[in-house]
């Protein structure tokens, strides 16, 4: 009896370290941006601030563009967001409830563009963009990824999932496809958006290479490219570089603080049927 208790308590315990392991490096960070230059040059570092410095942020905001580089990860963020959460959820509802020959051959080539690296296509992109001008645009940051296979097989997978008794009597009362794709299916799959949306939004605040090679202004830089630009100022100031990835950090954590709900039961929709 008594091992069947801590067992339990045992496995919490080896949780909790795992966690604290894995979440080691983001707590350092915004301990350290919080530091002076001569903490955070002592070795070993120590793990919490004897002051909170706000020098850092001040200096990373006044020396830096740092809030130009987040308006514009924002913007681009957002509108790749947008714009594959309409189109995949289009596409996902003609391949889930439309019929029409050659659907199942071309949902399989649909798919099979997800083996194909990204790095493939960045030539060609770039040619493209190049061509019609948009070097140092949002639309050249924007237009390449407001569509991808994997919004329309997540949402797919989803809209399958719905009980058909809905559209026969939607059909019954007379709605078309239009008023079922937005009065039945996008309200019933706000889980599998959500999902979606906190998905791409956070790839692509992450994305470094394609706004690296497409933008020269200073002025069209995402926040990425101005956490490396932070890394070669300042005679390498880690106190002060760590200060603007933590300014950085905040707009993804706020997201997942907001999203994490959604997130999980996206996530978990359809893992359990009855």
Not at 72 to 85: A, C, D, E, K, R
């Amino acid at each position: 009896m008594i091992a069947k208790r801590i067992a339990p308590s045992l496995n919490y315990v080896l949780l909790i370290v795992l966690a604290l392991v894995v979440l080691y490096p983001l707590l350092f960070t915004v301990s350290s941006s919080f530091m002076t230059e001569k903490e955070v040059s002592n070795f070993p570092p120590p793990l919490f601030p004897s002051q909170l410095y706000l020098e850092n942020f001040k200096n990373a905001i006044s020396g830096f563009p740092i809030v130009r580089f987040i308006l514009n990860s924002f913007i681009v963020s957002s509108g790749i967001t947008i714009s594959q959460v309409i189109t995949s959820s289009l596409a996902a509802y003609a391949f889930s409830f439309l019929n029409f020959k050659g659907k199942k051959v071309l949902f399989a080539v649909f798919l099979s563009t997800m083996m194909i690296p990204w790095e493939v296509t960045i030539i060609p992109n770039y040619l493209t963009i190049k061509n019609w001008g948009w070097m140092d645009s949002y639309q050249g940051l924007i237009v390449p990824f407001m569509a991808g296979a994997f919004g329309v097989f997540l949402l797919r997978q989803f809209f399958l999932q719905l009980p058909n008794e809905l559209f026969d009597a939607a059909k019954i009362d007379g709605c078309g496809h239009l008023r079922n794709f937005y009065s039945i299916v996008l309200p019933l799959s706000r889980p599998a958006l959500s999902t979606l949306a906190v998905y791409v939004f956070l790839t692509h605040w992450n994305h470094y290479l394609w706004p690296l090679l497409i933008t020269n202004r200073a002025s069209m830089r995402t926040v990425q490219i101005g956490v490396a630009m932070l890394q070669h100022a300042e005679v390498m100031s880690w106190n002060l570089i760590l200060a603007g990835v933590t300014i950085v950090l905040l707009p993804s954590f706020l997201l997942l603080a907001l999203g994490v709900k959604q997130l999980v039961r996206g996530i978990t929709a359809g893992a359990v049927k009855g």
